[in-house]
């Protein structure tokens, strides 16, 4: 492993003790590789980093905007008809798309931009924030969200306090940040900590949901404690579904003895660091450094 990884490991990990948003919700890289000895897909690895601030635009997804209920060059206002307690600090928000029938058809993996009402009924208030959307790309009539507020956040906490059937959300985007192709890897290690698992979700999604792709995933997940990890029952379901495909870690800086007693995934003490990468295989040999 070489300096520049190591560099990225001891940002992880200083990540996982508290990760905030950033321009879409996700963790400090997500990183496909084969892991494999065996025969490898045409494209073995891929990183990509922890997106910052920048003045640089988001980049729209090739597929024409008309395509979606959504346009990634104007605001458009959906309603909130759910809002429910997730955990302490975050809630699972949906927004009723057009029709029952309509299909976000969201490339993955792609975020868009969340405002508030504003004085005017044909636009937003200026204050926008990107979320990562966790309920499946092609599922038709909602779009779900997970949202964590923070105490000092501008617009985490007044997303909470909205009232479903009352409020709403207006929505710009989608805005692509990896196109995902089935099969594009044999096998992936999805790195995540806190809310920077909902771009693994969406994935997640994609990889499990259609017959026809064939790839494996293990996923790292780093939590201060088991109060804070997030999407648990939903990541157990899935684990149940595909034994032989996926595998799930937790990570947890405070572990309780005995650990959560869940059947499927494993939990563990500490960070993800270089040691949880090599027993996830991600220091085998045949793989190489990966990515910028």
């Known amino acids: 492993m070489n300096h520049t990884a190591h560099r990225r490991l001891h940002r992880l990990a200083a990540c996982c003790q508290s990760l905030r948003?950033?321009?879409?919700?996700?963790?400090?890289?997500?990183?496909?590789?084969s892991l494999s000895t065996g025969s490898k897909s045409s494209t073995d690895d891929i990183t990509i980093s922890k997106t910052t601030q920048t003045k640089d635009p988001l980049s729209p997804p090739p597929t024409p905007a008309a395509s979606f209920p959504f346009s990634p060059n104007e605001w458009r206002r959906f309603p909130l008809v759910a809002s429910a307690d997730h955990t302490h600090d975050t809630k699972t928000m949906d927004v009723a798309l057009p029709s029952p029938s309509t299909h976000p058809n969201l490339p993955v993996a792609s975020c868009v931009l969340l405002a508030l009402d504003s004085s005017s009924p044909t636009s937003p208030s200026p204050l926008s924030r990107p979320y990562t959307p966790i309920s499946s790309p092609t599922a038709p009539g909602r779009l779900s969200f997970l949202i964590k507020a923070y105490r000092d956040g501008a617009l985490s906490p007044r997303l909470h306090a909205l009232q479903a059937g009352k409020d709403g959300v207006w929505i710009k985007?989608?805005?692509?940040?990896?196109?995902?192709?089935?099969?594009?890897?044999?096998?992936?290690?999805?790195?995540?900590?806190?809310?920077?698992?909902?771009?693994?979700?969406?994935?997640?999604?994609?990889?499990?949901?259609?017959?026809?792709?064939?790839?494996?995933?293990?996923?790292?997940?780093?939590?201060?404690?088991?109060?804070?990890?997030?999407?648990?029952?939903?990541?157990?379901?899935?684990?149940?579904?595909?034994?032989?495909?996926?595998?799930?870690?937790?990570?947890l800086e405070r572990l309780p003895s005995p650990p959560p007693s869940r059947h499927g995934p494993s939990w563990h003490a500490g960070f993800i660091d270089e040691g949880a990468l090599r027993a996830a295989g991600a220091g085998r040999e045949g793989g190489r450094e990966g990515g910028r």
């Open 173 to 251: 985007g989608p805005f692509l940040k990896f196109k995902y192709s089935k099969n594009q890897f044999k096998s992936i290690l999805m790195l995540a900590a806190g809310t920077g698992i909902t771009p693994m979700v969406q994935c997640l999604h994609a990889i499990f949901s259609d017959p026809e792709d064939h790839t494996s995933v293990t996923l790292l997940v780093a939590n201060r404690s088991p109060e804070d990890v997030l999407l648990l029952d939903w990541l157990d379901s899935l684990l149940a579904q595909h034994p032989g495909r996926l595998e799930v870690r937790h990570y």
């Open 21 to 33: 948003g950033s321009h879409c919700q996700g963790a400090d890289f997500f990183k496909g590789r």
